[in-house]
């Protein structure tokens, strides 16, 4: 019996701090953090986007025809099995280079295991559930870096390709453009049951399904003008990444609670105090920002702010252009998609009604 077989493998969550995207430093905190460096290198015209709005990856122009989107996204362990693992922090890591409205090309992975914790075929499953959501994106997974690490980390850095034209950032939302969700919400509070041995099969394969679920409609959606701005949902739930997309238009965004798609089971166990700390951490960090309806409760206002892990892309464009987005959606296996608000003039805020 090799060493690392002889290795009784404990649960991968039970290892780490913190799960998925949950694992993100807080809005409020990642903004103080960054204001306190200048910027070291002159923007130059090729840089079609920085961290100037908090964008989901960079995009530098390479010619007239051409974009590169680069992006790096890792994190600690949501789930169990390792092979499930390693897909969703795939999905998730590509999700970006399809929010700007690209193609990934590539990716590097970054690994971080307990090697002397972990048998060594866990890590291994970890890597395989990575390689097999890159096959199915259609790149391979061409290098990459790891450590032997206290806390299990997996992840990618992706590139991917973007006509310059066609960049969609979350920045540019207009006045009157309709906000559309393609993915339901309601990871983090069913990453939070699974951690308590609350969630049943039923529930840990609807997290599977929308958590491994490429959010490959990115790029044909970028092909459409009525779109205009793309972001995608992940750490700091559905109103910090809204509130972004808000403040960098220097708009209002409307959000009907009513019309939110959710997991089977989430508002259930949100109602039962099932929820992370990172959604008090986030609503701490931007809260102030956020107007809430008089039907929205605490219950709610949890389910709001919670992280979400590879969750749905957030779009917004014009209404005549709503059912083709949708049409795209839906064609693409994104049967929860659906309007959830609108753009309007007024000072940058999420309004929830």
């Known amino acids: 019996m090799t060493q690392a077989s002889s290795i009784t493998a404990p649960r991968l969550t039970s290892l780490s701090h913190g799960g998925g995207c949950g694992c993100k430093i807080a809005p409020g905190v990642l903004s103080a953090l960054l204001a306190r460096h200048a910027p070291v290198f002159k923007p130059c015209a090729d840089l079609l986007v920085g961290n100037e709005t908090a964008d989901d990856a960079a995009v530098y122009r390479l010619n007239d025809e051409q974009a590169l989107i680069a992006t790096t996204d ?48 866990v890590i291994a499953d970890v890597l395989r559930g990575g390689e097999a959501v890159c096959a199915e994106a259609g790149i391979p997974v061409a290098g990459g870096h790891s450590i032997d690490s206290v806390e299990p980390i997996y992840g990618l850095a992706a590139m991917g390709l973007v006509h310059p034209g066609r960049v969609k950032r979350n920045a540019d939302a207009r006045a009157g453009d309709v906000l559309i969700l393609g993915k339901p919400l309601g990871v983090g509070i069913l990453s939070a049951a699974l951690k308590k041995n609350l969630l049943d099969a039923a529930g840990y394969r609807a997290m599977i399904d929308a958590t491994t679920l490429l959010n490959k409609p990115g790029a044909a959606l970028s092909e459409l003008p009525g779109v205009h701005a793309i972001t995608d949902i992940t750490g700091f739930g559905l109103l910090g990444h809204t ?25 259930a166990y949100a109602a039962q ?37 590879s969750g749905g892309l957030l779009v917004a464009c014009a209404p005549l252009e709503a059912e083709r987005v949708l049409d795209i959606f839906r064609s693409q296996g994104f049967g929860h998609a659906a309007i959830v608000g609108e753009m309007r003039a007024g000072e940058s805020c999420v309004h929830v009604d």
């Open 243 to 267: 509130l972004e997309m808000a403040r960098g238009a220097g708009l209002a965004a409307h959000v009907r609670l009513a019309d939110l798609p959710w997991l089977d089971q989430a508002q």
């Open 74 to 121: 890792f994190f600690m362990p949501i789930v169990d099995d390792p092979y499930d693992f390693g897909r969703i922090a795939a999905t998730n890591a590509l999700s970006d280079v399809y929010a700007m409205g690209g193609t990934p090309i590539l990716a590097l992975a970054i690994v971080g295991m307990p090697i002397n914790v972990l048998p060594h075929e």
């Open 273 to 309: 105090g099932v929820i992370t700390g990172a959604s008090a951490r986030n609503w701490t960090s931007y809260g102030e920002s956020i107007r809430l309806g008089a039907g929205v409760d605490d219950v709610a206002r949890a389910l709001l702010t919670d992280p979400q892990t």
